[in-house]
Structures are given as structure tokens and as C-alpha cells.
């Protein structure tokens, strides 16, 4: 049997592996572990597994995820996710849609001190939907608003995708972060639209809400400070160059921490649940990555990678339609699973192919993670939309299905304006030293 045969057979394994019910991290550590011990021999297998573990859980590069995860959850615990949304409907809430769009503004400003898009949508959830059913929103908009927004967690930096995807790929993580600001700004305002139409055309949806007073807007602009303030001092330190990534998420964390004290919002509870939910999270996050990392040692022993970027090379195709191709295996596994798990699994078998086709990798890093976001909420098993229908368990699966579609538009175009003009994601990254 042929390496190339032995690692397609490995991939097809996987993927059948992926819809039982065992952990994504252990399937793809257990399968990396069998073929790398059937090409070479047992002992060898059982080396690679133990310095791949060793590797990746004593990985300085890898702290900065429990780090930014950590950011997160005392951000939440503190009640930032609240004040963020009560500012953005003070400012937008008397507008037609308001409560809608102002769960895309916090879902925005919360994404840009946490880095899960589940942790986004479940967040926002909690937040922004009993408020939307009290003023009587259509559940479809509402709920379907919660799912797209939280997809806005992955692409707004601190994003631990962009994290894994630059070390899995040894890309700048501080280019990554600079390369999703202006996309995520153009995709809150791609759906800061969709929802205007949608609202405009069918104003029974969403009822305007009451009219504020400019001293309020004002006064509740303070709720939004505190977000800004964080997200400046961590991004503004790595654009500079002024710290590291992981030196930045000690600084954001330290920051939120002690913000949190001064305005005496975070309880000791509080604390202990941020560092459990930051410990289980990092844990599941560093499992996945280790078993990525297995496996992709025996698809590299197979040399499967490398032949399919040879392959995919000589094809008669002009570039971007094999991106297109592309595009639709991870839009097609993202209805799957989940959003980190996808980019471990795919990128070591694209990335090569994407390097032989000329395609800026910073730019292919934010292309992946907004068709990503498109699979989080497309059915059949858009992840998000099930985080949102375990906050909204009286909303219809379907409702919010059909509460998304419009949001997924939105994304196609931004995707369509990034393909067009690259330089969208690039340019921010191009002024970094």
C-alpha cells in the first residue's frame, strides 16, 4: 500500500471519526498515533505522541491562549458584557432594529476582549435576548442577530484561531490580529445593514424603542471606555511592537483584572469561575492543537500535504478557482465542527497548496476564519446557532436557522470584497514593523 493511500485512508478515518460523539482532539491524536506506528513502527509512534504532548503544552507561544481566555471570562464575570450592550442601546436603541443592532455593536466591542465565538454568542445570548422578547422583537431576528454576531468573536482580535493559525503556519500572530480589524469593522457594518433592510422592509419585526436624551448617549459612551481602553493598550502594544502577543495578553489580563477591582464588580466567586471556565476552555483548546499536531506528523510522513499542492498546481484551473474550491470544504466542515478543530485539521493539508498558488498567508488566514464564521451558523449543525438555542430553548431550532440566512448573505459579500481587493485585511499588517 502507498504512503499516499495510507494517508488517505488516515483523513477518511478521521472525518468518520469526527460525527462519533469522542472528542475531536483524542480522534485525531489516536489516529495520528496508528498511522504513524503502522508506516513506521509502534515505538516510534508512542515517542511522537509523548514529545508532540510535551511539545505543545510546555509551548511559551501557546500561553497566550489561557491568557486572552482569561481576558474573557473576567471581562464577563466583571458584567462588561452588560454595559457594553446597555451603551449600544442607549446610542442605537431608538432606531429602527435598535436592540438588534445594538447586540452587533456588543457583540463587537465584547469580541474584542475575548477570542471564542461560542463564548461570543453565548455571552451576547444571555445578555440581549430576554431584553429583545420583552420589546417584542421578531425571535427569528433576534436570536438569528445573536448567532451572526458571535460569529464576530473569531475575527475580531484577540482571536485564538488567528493564534493556533499563525503558530500552526509560523505567521506573525501580531499580523493576524492587525489583518482582522478592518474586515471585522466591515462585517459589523455589513450587518449593521442587513438588519436596517430587513427592518425597513418588514418594520413589524423589530419595534423602535424609546428616544434618548444626547447627555445619556453621553453618559453611557462610558460603558464602551473601558472595552476601548483594553483593546488599544493590548492591540496598540503589538501593532508597535511594544510588547509580544503573549506579553500583551498578560498585559490585557492584568488590566481587566484590575478594572474589574476598581469599580468592584468581580466577586471572589466570580474569580474562581474565571479561572475554572479559563482552565476547561485552555484545556480543551490545547488537546485539540496537540492532536492537530499528531496528526499532521503522519500526514507529513505520508507526504499526502505535498502531493495534493503538487496536484492541485498542475490543474488547469486559474487560481481563484481553486480557492473557491477551497472555500467550500471549509464552508461544508464548518456546518460540522467546530471553528478551532476545523482550521487544526485542514490548514496543514491547504497551506501548502495555498503557498504553491502565490496567495498571501495573512490574507488566507482571514479568509478562512470569515468562511469558518459562515459555517458556525449554516445548517444542518451550525455550532453557534445550537449555543443560542441552549440560551433561547423556546425558540425553534429552525426560527433561528431562518433568523441567519440573511447574516450569511452578509458574510458571502464581505468574503466577495475581501477576494476582490486583498488589501483590505493587508493593509493594516503592511504598516506593522
Not at 140 to 150: E, I, M, N, S, Y
Not at 237 to 260: C, M, N, S
Not at 361 to 368: Q, R, T
Amino acid at each position: 500500500m502507498s504512503m499516499t493511500t495510507i494517508g488517505i485512508i488516515g483523513i477518511v478515518l478521521l472525518i468518520a471519526g469526527l460525527f462519533s460523539r469522542m472528542p475531536v482532539g483524542f480522534v485525531m491524536a489516536l489516529l495520528g498515533l496508528a498511522g504513524f506506528s503502522y508506516v513506521v513502527n509502534f515505538e516510534a509512534g508512542l515517542n511522537l505522541l509523548a514529545r508532540d504532548i510535551w511539545d505543545t503544552f510546555s509551548s511559551y507561544g501557546l500561553t497566550v491562549i489561557p491568557l486572552f481566555v482569561f481576558m474573557g471570562q473576567v471581562a464577563y464575570q466583571s458584567g462588561i458584557s452588560r454595559r457594553l450592550y446597555h451603551a449600544a442601546y442607549v446610542m442605537l436603541g431608538n432606531r429602527p432594529g435598535g436592540l438588534a443592532l445594538a447586540t452587533i455593536g456588543a457583540c463587537a466591542g465584547f469580541s474584542a476582549i475575548s477570542g471564542s465565538t461560542n463564548a461570543t454568542a453565548a455571552t451576547m445570548a444571555t445578555v440581549t435576548i430576554p431584553e429583545m422578547k420583552r420589546r417584542r422583537y421578531d425571535m427569528g431576528l433576534a436570536t438569528g442577530t445573536v448567532a451572526a454576531g458571535g460569529s464576530l468573536g473569531i475575527l475580531i482580535p484577540p482571536s485564538v484561531v488567528f493564534i493556533v493559525y499563525g503558530i500552526i503556519t509560523e505567521q506573525s500572530i501580531g499580523k493576524l490580529f492587525a489583518a482582522g480589524i478592518i474586515p471585522g469593522i466591515l462585517l459589523c457594518g455589513l450587518f449593521f445593514l442587513t438588519i436596517f433592510i430587513r427592518v425597513k422592509i418588514n418594520p413589524e419585526l423589530a419595534p423602535p424603542g424609546p428616544k434618548t436624551s444626547f447627555r445619556r448617549k453621553i453618559r453611557s459612551f462610558a460603558g464602551v471606555l473601558e472595552t476601548l481602553a483594553l483593546f488599544v493598550m493590548v492591540m496598540g502594544g503589538i501593532f508597535f511592537g511594544i510588547f509580544t502577543p503573549t506579553e500583551a495578553a498578560a498585559v490585557g489580563a492584568f488590566l481587566t483584572i484590575a478594572l474589574a477591582l476598581f469599580r468592584r464588580q468581580l466577586s471572589w466567586q466570580g474569580f474562581v469561575q474565571s479561572l475554572s471556565d479559563t482552565t476547561r476552555i485552555s484545556c480543551m483548546v490545547m488537546v485539540i492543537v496537540t492532536g492537530a499536531v499528531v496528526f499532521g506528523h503522519f500526514l507529513a510522513i505520508t507526504r499526502v500535504p505535498f502531493e495534493l499542492a503538487d496536484w492541485v498546481g498542475s490543474l488547469p484551473l486559474p487560481p481563484y478557482a481553486i480557492m473557491g474550491l477551497i472555500i467550500l470544504v471549509y464552508l461544508f466542515g464548518g456546518c460540522f465542527m467546530d471553528a478551532l478543530a476545523m482550521i487544526m485539521l485542514t490548514v496543514p493539508i491547504f497551506f501548502p497548496v495555498v503557498q504553491a498558488l502565490g496567495f498571501d498567508p495573512i490574507w488566507f488566514g482571514v479568509i478562512i476564519v470569515l468562511v469558518t464564521e459562515m459555517g458556525v451558523i449554516t445548517p444542518p449543525v451550525g455550532v453557534n446557532v445550537y449555543v443560542v438555542h441552549g440560551v433561547a430553548k423556546d425558540v425553534p431550532l429552525e426560527t433561528i436557522f431562518r433568523g441567519v440566512f440573511p447574516m450569511l448573505l452578509a458574510l458571502l459579500v464581505c468574503n466577495l470584497i475581501l477576494m476582490l481587493f486583498p488589501q483590505v485585511a493587508l493593509f493594516l499588517p503592511g504598516l506593522m514593523k
